[in-house]
């Protein structure tokens, strides 16, 4: 989003944007709080309704849809995770949203409080998560996560190493939640360079107050590694893959851990 825009001229650019016309779905996989095994949230994954993958929706997505598509998301998994029953053990909802898709903030989520207020989502328990992949006005994306804090949403930056915002945005804002780029955690048992930088960087984000979650884990040994650098919040295929419409069983390498050395 270019700045300058005027609220006004934000709101015709949703009244003249076009519908998304395909049906979207969701899948969600848990993040677990490994120090006490219980599920931290779910994120909510896009889908087809079909349980297409990701890529082919997205496909779909242009600048003149995007607003619908991002609108369509937000409902979709507040519905779903409300008749799946998933804050039932207090874990929280994480939806994605597109921060370019998104004009002004307090307009543009009257849809999602009117599916939450339908559905008796409590809004605490959502928590607004973007990825800092798409090159972004920085004062933009700034007012939107101030407003989202401000109404009693979380905030998560997500693939933090990864994109765009990275330090500079961190110095502005601190979301609730960083979530560390997979491409850092990928060997981090066995890469020197990528243990160095996990280990500062979650130094960095203790010390600025920010819940850091480590995603993308896949082996037994970056589970040990990551748990050894003292990180509570992990997600990633070794604990759950998505489940397409449905909460999967999370998988506790500790307790299989204890049951080995019993």
């Known amino acids: 989003m270019a700045a300058g825009w005027s609220s006004t001229m934000s709101c015709v650019a949703c009244r ?90 307090k307009a543009c989520i009257r849809v999602t409080l009117a599916a939450a207020m339908r559905t008796g989502f409590p809004l605490n328990k959502i928590i607004f998560e973007f990825t800092e992949d798409e090159a972004i006005d920085t004062s933009h994306i700034l007012n939107i996560l101030r407003s989202y804090r401000a109404m009693g949403f979380r905030t998560a930056i997500d693939d933090f190493g990864a994109g765009y915002a990275g330090l500079g945005l961190l110095t502005q804002f601190q979301p609730d939640i960083v979530k560390l780029d997979m491409a850092l955690i990928r060997d981090v048992d066995t890469d020197r360079v990528k243990r160095a930088i996990v280990r500062n960087t979650l130094c960095m984000l203790r010390d600025l107050g920010i819940e850091p979650v480590c995603e993308g884990i896949e082996t037994r040994a970056e589970y040990d590694a990551l748990s050894d650098l003292g990180v509570g919040l992990m997600q990633g295929y070794l604990l759950a893959k998505p489940g397409f419409e449905t909460l999967p069983d999370v998988s506790w390498p500790h307790a299989e851990r204890l049951a080995l050395s019993a």
């Open 16 to 105: 003249d944007g076009t519908g998304f016309e395909q049906p979207v779905s969701m899948a969600f996989q848990p993040i677990v709080d490994i120090r006490n095994r219980t599920v931290f949230a779910y994120e909510a994954l896009v889908r087809g309704p079909g349980g297409q993958g990701a890529a082919a929706v997205l496909a779909q997505v242009s600048p003149d849809n995007r607003y619908a598509f991002d609108q369509l998301c937000r409902t979709t998994a507040i519905e779903q995770a409300s008749k799946l029953d998933a804050t039932a053990a207090g874990a929280g909802l994480s939806i994605n949203f597109l921060p370019n898709a998104v004009y002004e903030p």
